[in-house]
C-alpha cells in the first residue's frame, strides 16, 4: 500500500467546503471527503506546530516525546526527539517503503526530516522560506519573480511596537508562490516513485494558511469580506476566563484593528485555503494520471487550527477551544465505502493507522489507535472522550483538557479551570464551572481526567490529587516512604466526605 499524506498548517476546519462552509472553493477536498471518510470531531493533541507533528512522528502523547514547544520561541523545553525514541519512518523505511517529505518540517532542531530517513529538500522552520536555495532555483528555472510583499496587515503592541505580520499582498503569479512550488515537488516525487517498484509514503506539509496570509491580488481579493459572518465568539469578554486569554489578545493587537479589517482578514484567509486546495488538486490529479489511485491511501489533515479573530484572538495559544482544537480529518482508503463518522479521534491516531497501512507492528505508537477499522465501516469499541494537552508557547503554560459527546473540562493549574456545555454553548463563550447545576458533570470529568491522566503515566494528575475534587485518592501524594515502615504497615490513605478537607489515615 502507498500512502500519501497532504498536511496543512493551523488551518480552520470550517474554511472548508465538505465541513458546511458555502462559500469558500475547496473541490479537490470536498472530492476527497466525497470519495473517503470525514471524521467531524478529529483534534491535535497539542494547539502548537512542533508538538503535534511530534506526536504524528512518534504516536505518543506530546507529555511523552516531551518536544514540547516551537524551537522560535522555546523556554528551555527539549528541541528535538531522544535519539532513541521511536518514529513511523524507521517502520516504514524497515518495511521496504521509499520516504518522500515535500514542505515544513518543524520537528526539531539539530535532527531534520532527512535524519529521519525523508527524501525532499531541507525547508526548516515555521514560515515559506523564501530565501531556500531549491525555492529560488525553481523561480529561476521557470522564468518567475522573485518573492515580494506591499500592503502589510498589523496591530499595535501594549508595548507601542508594531504587532506580528497578519497579512500582505504577493506580487507574484500564483505559479511562483510557494505552495505552487511545493505541489511541483511533490508531484516530481509521485512521478519518480511511479516508474519505481517499492512501496512509497510521501508526506506534502504546506506552510499555509498560517498567518501572515501572503498572497496574490487574485486570491487576496477573492472574497467580498461582506460574505463573511464574523465568529460569534467575537464577542468574547473574558469574564470568568484565565486573565492569561485577555493577556494574549493584546499580545495579537486585536482591538487595535478595526473590526472591519478582521472581517477582510478572513476573507483573505479564504483565498489561501482555496490556493493550497487548488495545489492539492494538482497532486491528486497526477496520482490518478499516473495510475497510482487504487493503490494509494490518502490522508488529508492539519497539526491544528487557527483563531482569525475568534475570541477576540490570532494564531495559537494558551486557550484549549475549538478553534484550534477541532481539525479537518479526511482519509481514503481503496475500496473503503465513502462515509462520515463522528467518533472522537486525533491526529495522534494518524500513526497508528500509517502503521497498519504499511503492514508494520504499532505497538511503539503508545497513544495512537488505527482508524482502519472506522474507515472500512466497522463499529469497534471507542473511547467516548479525548484528552489534549498544552506546555507553553513564549511562556510555559501547562494545560489538560478533556472533551466528551457534550462538554469540556481544561484545567488551568495557574488560574481559573474552565468548563463549557458545546451542545448549548458551541461557541464557548460561558464559562459554566462555578456553576452548581453543573457539579455534576464537573466531577464527572475531573475524576475522569484525573484517571486517563495517571493511567498514561502523565504526572500532571498529581496537581490534581490534592487541588480538586477526584474522589478518593489511592496513594500518598507526597510520594514518600515516610508511611512505609513496618510501625505503620496497616496505615491507609482515605478521603474525607468533604472535598475541600486534608487526607486523614484510618488504621
Not at 500519501?4 to 471527503?33: E, I, S, W
Request: proline content about 8%; overall charge negative.
Amino acid at each position: 500500500m502507498n500512502l500519501l499524506f497532504l498536511m496543512t498548517d493551523q488551518h480552520r476546519v470550517d474554511t472548508l467546503g465538505c465541513y458546511g462552509n458555502a462559500h469558500v472553493a475547496t473541490p479537490h477536498l470536498d472530492r476527497l471527503a466525497a470519495t473517503g471518510t470525514r471524521f467531524d470531531r478529529f483534534y491535535t493533541p497539542t494547539a502548537i506546530c512542533t508538538p503535534a507533528r511530534a506526536s504524528l512522528l512518534t504516536g505518543q502523547a506530546p507529555f511523552r516525546h516531551r518536544l514540547l514547544a516551537n524551537y522560535e520561541r522555546n523556554v528551555g523545553y527539549l528541541e528535538d526527539l531522544r535519539e532513541d525514541a521511536f518514529t513511523f519512518p524507521e517502520a516504514l523505511a524497515a518495511s521496504g517503503h521509499r520516504l518522500g517529505l515535500i514542505g515544513k518540517w518543524h520537528g526539531g532542531t539539530r535532527r531534520n526530516a532527512a535524519s529521519y530517513g525523508f527524501e525532499g529538500p531541507d525547508l526548516p522552520g515555521w514560515h515559506n522560506p523564501v530565501d531556500h536555495p531549491d525555492y529560488l532555483a525553481y523561480l529561476e528555472e521557470h522564468g518567475l519573480p522573485p518573492y515580494r510583499i506591499s500592503d502589510p496587515v498589523r496591530g499595535t503592541t501594549p508595548g507601542g511596537n508594531p504587532g506580528n505580520l497578519l497579512a500582505a499582498r504577493l506580487h507574484q503569479p500564483v505559479e511562483a508562490t510557494f505552495e505552487y512550488y511545493l505541489a511541483t515537488r511533490a508531484i516530481e516525487h509521485l512521478e519518480r516513485y511511479a516508474a519505481g517498484e517499492k512501496p512509497f509514503f510521501l508526506a506534502t506539509h504546506f506552510f499555509g494558511p498560517h498567518l501572515p496570509y501572503l498572497l496574490p491580488d487574485s486570491y487576496y481579493d477573492l472574497y467580498d469580506p461582506a460574505l463573511v459572518e464574523l465568529p460569534p465568539s467575537v464577542a468574547e469578554t473574558f469574564e470568568g476566563k484565565p486573565p492569561v486569554q485577555r493577556n494574549y489578545s493584546a499580545h495579537w493587537a486585536f482591538d487595535t484593528i478595526p473590526i472591519e479589517t478582521t472581517r477582510k482578514l478572513i476573507a483573505v484567509y479564504w483565498g489561501y485555503v482555496t490556493l493550497i486546495d487548488e495545489q492539492i488538486g494538482r497532486i491528486l490529479t497526477r496520482l490518478d494520471e499516473l495510475g497510482l489511485g487504487e493503490d494509494t491511501s490518502v490522508f488529508f489533515t492539519a497539526d491544528h487550527g487557527e483563531f482569525t479573530g475568534a475570541h477576540r484572538l490570532h494564531d495559537k495559544g494558551p486557550a484549549m477551544y475549538e478553534d484550534i482544537y477541532r481539525i479537518p480529518g479526511i482519509i481514503r482508503i481503496p475500496g473503503a465505502a465513502p462515509q462520515v463518522r463522528d467518533e472522537l479521534v486525533s491526529l495522534t491516531d494518524c500513526t497508528a493507522t500509517i502503521l497498519e497501512l504499511a503492514g508494520c507492528d504499532p505497538s511503539p505508537a503508545v497513544d495512537s489507535r488505527s482508524l482502519v477499522p472506522l474507515v472500512k465501516g466497522e463499529t469497534p469499541r471507542w473511547p467516548g472522550e479525548l484528552v489534549a494537552e498544552f506546555h507553553g508557547h513564549h511562556f510555559p503554560y501547562p494545560q489538560r483538557m478533556i472533551r466528551d459527546d457534550r462538554y469540556k473540562l481544561v484545567v488551568n493549574p495557574e488560574s481559573v479551570n474552565e468548563l463549557y456545555d458545546l451542545l448549548a454553548d458551541p461557541h464557548e463563550l460561558a464559562n459554566r464551572y462555578t456553576h452548581p447545576e453543573f457539579r455534576q458533570v464537573r466531577a464527572r470529568l475531573m475524576r475522569r481526567l484525573y484517571e486517563l491522566l495517571r493511567d498514561r503515566g502523565d504526572n500532571f494528575y498529581h496537581w490534581m490529587t490534592s487541588m480538586y475534587d477526584i474522589g478518593v485518592s489511592d496513594y500518598d501524594p507526597s510520594l514518600s516512604a515516610f508511611e512505609n515502615d513496618d510501625a505503620n504497615a496497616d496505615t491507609t490513605w482515605t478521603a474525607t466526605a468533604d472535598p475541600g478537607a486534608t487526607l486523614t489515615e484510618t488504621p
